[in-house]
């Protein structure tokens, strides 16, 4: 990990009263004070190459930058944005400095529209990128038709354009994008921040809240589901930095797999878990648990699911000969 991206980052958001300002956009989306300051921040740029005001650099540095934002409890689309900004720069092309979603499951209808069923975060992005076929696009989200398909609280939605929108956002791009996968990494790190920081929370409760004379944190019983609980955001930690390991901007496709795999089944344990240990505090308004256990279940769920993913990895490996020559040269 790169601790200096680490620390510059959190620092700078443990100065911006985040979980203040997402309660702010749940009520308005529109009213979003935290972006500007990420841009001016410059994290963003991590992977844009030099000539377009970046730092040139990969998966395996942003991801600290990407970690640290969900640990904060931002819902945008950060991972997602950084990717598509180093995307359209590495092809010539220049990105708004608003946020941009990333789409999976597009479908295009027989006019030319274009659909997809759940986007997260869009509701907090300009754009949306898109991929269909080998074709790419560049949605205004303003001229989207989004569907409410979220809880309270969500910025997820699902959204569709008509024809017109459709072909005035088309790119012309190289072939060997695959913003499934991108999407899905994305994800996973930005699950695995807010799981590490699900399990600070809840052991600092532990330690604080006290039953029949002792802190809670004391009985074994909650040893118990706290220690399984951090085995399994350390997994999903792991998992998403497996996914991380590339230099550049481009991902190592099975390793993203891997890594929405994980971070996507254990997600919602690790929700649940928080949730018993603090009991019916977590679930009020007024604490910051459920700011972010509703991420976990949206991520976790965003992309296509650890299952999905699973069963992609298993297809595979079923077409190799030697499951440990598959390990070794396309996970590890």
């Given at each position: 990990m790169d601790m200096e991206f680490f620390d510059s980052f959190d620092n700078l958001l443990g100065q911006l009263d985040v979980p203040k300002r997402v309660r702010a956009l749940s009520a308005d989306a529109t009213s979003d004070t935290l972006w500007p300051e990420l841009q001016a921040s410059g994290f963003l740029d991590v992977m844009v190459p030099e000539s377009h005001g970046g730092a040139q650099l990969g998966w395996r540095q942003a991801w600290a930058v990407m970690f640290v934002a969900a640990r904060h409890g931002l819902p945008h689309p950060v991972a997602q944005t950084m990717y598509a900004r180093a995307l359209l720069a590495h092809h010539g092309l220049s990105a708004a400095d608003s946020p941009i979603a990333i789409a999976h499951a597009v479908r295009i209808d027989a006019q030319g529209g274009l659909a997809v069923r759940d986007i997260p975060s869009v509701r907090l992005a300009s754009h949306v990128l898109a991929q269909a076929h080998d074709t790419l696009y560049l949605l205004p989200v303003d001229q989207a038709r989004l569907a409410n398909n979220a809880g309270f609280g969500s910025f997820d939605a699902g959204a569709s354009w008509d024809d017109k929108a459709v072909s005035a956002a088309r790119l012309s791009l190289a072939a060997n994008v695959d913003l499934p996968?991108?999407?899905?990494?994305?994800?996973?790190?930005?699950?695995?921040?807010?799981?590490?920081?699900?399990?600070?929370?809840?052991?600092?409760?532990?330690?604080d809240r006290s039953q029949f004379g002792k802190p809670i944190g004391k009985f074994q019983a909650v040893q118990q589901q706290i220690a399984e609980m951090a085995e399994l955001v350390y997994s999903a930690r792991m998992a998403s930095q497996l996914g991380s390991q590339?230099?550049?901007?481009?991902?190592?496709?099975?390793?993203?797999?891997?890594?929405?795999?994980?971070?996507?089944?254990?997600?919602?344990?690790?929700?649940?878990?928080?949730?018993?240990?603090?009991?019916a505090i977590g679930v009020t308004e007024e604490y910051d648990l459920q700011l972010?256990?509703?991420?976990?279940?949206?991520?976790?769920?965003?992309?296509?699911?650890?299952?999905?993913?699973?069963?992609?990895?298993g297809q595979a490996a079923l077409g190799h000969d030697n499951l440990l020559d598959f390990m070794r040269t396309e996970v590890f």
């Open positions: 996968h991108a999407l899905a990494l994305s994800l996973a790190v930005m699950l695995a921040g807010a799981c590490d920081r699900v399990l600070e929370m809840t052991l600092q409760f532990a330690r590339s230099d550049d901007w481009q991902m190592a496709l099975r390793c993203a797999e891997v890594a929405k795999t994980q971070t996507s089944l254990v997600a919602g344990r690790i929700a649940a878990i928080a949730h018993a240990v603090h009991a972010y256990t509703r991420r976990l279940y949206e991520w976790s769920r965003g992309g296509a699911g650890g299952n999905y993913w699973a069963a992609h990895i």
